[in-house]
């Protein structure tokens, strides 16, 4: 495929990228910086850069304390950069989503609640949580944590061949002991889109509740937590261009209403005596203590960003550009892409091994080319395991990626080669 064959690019994709300062760098041997290592984190645009530092430097002061004019605006922002996330994923109610400091935080938020949870939500032995064999790391401890804690069974759905879940035991797993099943919405490591809305449902209908981490979604998908049919939902800050330090969870009114505080300190509170506290209403229960106001404010400019742009429309480029990579990966003797082939059917994150080189160098020799690219588990330790990998390069584009900078990869992958000497 050509790039002019390239239906779906961003239009304008120069003028995009000159929103992000950071591309226009060039690194040592002055070769320019091709970034392809945006499932770890994205880079920032402007606009989030100038909105954190406007508020530092006109409105900096506490939130949901301060009673001078300062704190007022502070926390106006912050408050707003609810709203903003609320519409990002169509939250019913901005009440419903709640700032962490990351994914990971908000995941365990829900484990340990659900941990600490009393009636219906209560845990116990005979019951069981469900996740997957492909989840990042992130979603899997947490549970292994509850399930040990509190005696239940812990399940997983595994992999095909082709990098998909294996749905066909789906009812031997989903039965009427679930009562937590989590999953990842995009892999971070496979990249393979899952079926949420379809798993979900068949969830519900033993009366499970439905968890997912949203992490590699929400940057590049149209999220929509009611039409998902979800319960509750994770993605981090860092991802979606925003600042690293923030997370979100989205939960159900009903399910946060019955889950008992995760963290006990300030603004988290109703009242406090001696003897007893009583708790404030979602989502206060849950961000006890100062929270991440900058990171806050700066997520709010980058969900915007976002949508601005379009989520499709971040979705079909996705698309293009991960074609790309796939057909040029596949002129490259001895490469073995993990998950599936097909661009339609899995996010920008492409995982690869190259045959007779360690991952590791591979990434450092295109990074002498001012190539960026992750290698490792990818915090993706068991999904490794069963394709027979210790470990692997992964290649990740996002919005402002370019046709030009796969080219560039793939002479450096060809470089690579021969300077090792292999294929």
Known sequence: MTVTQLPGLLDGLAILRADFPILNRRLAGDWPLVYLDSANTSQK???????????????????????????AESSEAFEAARDKVARFINAPSRDEVIFTKNASEALNL?????????????IGPGDRVVITEMEHHSNIVPWQLLTERKGADLRWFGLTDDGHLDLSNIDELITPATKVVALTWVSNMLGTINPVAEIARRAHEVGAIVVVDASQAAPQLPVDVVASGVDFLAFTGHKVTGPTGIGVLWGRTELLDQLPPFLGGGEMIETVTMAKSTFAKAPHKFEAGTPPIIEAIGLGAAVDYLSEIGLDRIHAHEQAITGYLLEGLATVGGVTVLGP????ERGGAVAFELAGVHPHDVAQLLDSRGVAVRAGHHCAKPAH??????????????????????????EGLAFTKTYFKVG
């Not at 002061?61 to 301060?66: D, K």
């Not at 949870?117 to 209560?122: C, M, Q, R």
């Open 110 to 122: 829900v484990a340990n609640t659900l941990a600490w949870a009393e009636g219906p939500l209560a």
């Open 341 to 344: 082939r097909n661009p339609v």
């Open 45 to 71: 645009p402007q606009i989030v850069i100038d909105t954190m530092v406007d508020h530092l430097e006109r409105r900096n002061a506490n939130v949901a304390r301060a009673m001078h004019q300062l704190g």
């Open 385 to 410: 395991l069963r394709y027979g990998v210790q470990s692997s390069t992964r290649a990740s584009s996002y919005l402002y990626t370019t046709p030009a900078e796969i080219d560039a990869l793939i």
